[in-house]
């Protein structure tokens, strides 16, 4: 039986081994299973080079105990994810500190109220709503970003609001 699971951490682990910078990290969850694949807490500790980092489909889990670290990170995509919550977005984003490209696509069932995005570098920023929200829950973009020279948003929700 394949195990989505396992074989991710298989795979971080041939890739730190290989001194990947550029891994595209892509679940289809409604082809393999019913659910997200949770990625491992030691993604970012595997990866101090990453240049580039595609996510689609998983499950960001918050630990507590280690901080999360993308100092070399120049371009991320979030893609349908789930995260922890409000609080970690603006960890993660902010431990990317040479972060010039994002890539974000929200869904109602990703547990983040305002995604908050506050980087210095950051030279294009997409953003897209999926899915439908419910009148009266408050989604929304906090956009703190200097050196940006190319927004698109593609908002498919009625209720979100932007700053």
Known sequence: MWDAQQDIQVWIKAAEKRSLREPVIKIDASTRTKYPVKLPKSLSRCFKTLVTL?????????DEASSVSFPSLRKLSLELMKYPGDVFVAKLLSSCPLLEDLVVELCSSDNVSVFSISILHLKSLVLETSGHISEGEAHGFVIDAPSLEYLKIDDDWEWVFCH
């Open 54 to 62: 595609e996510l689609r489909n998983a499950v960001l889990v918050d």
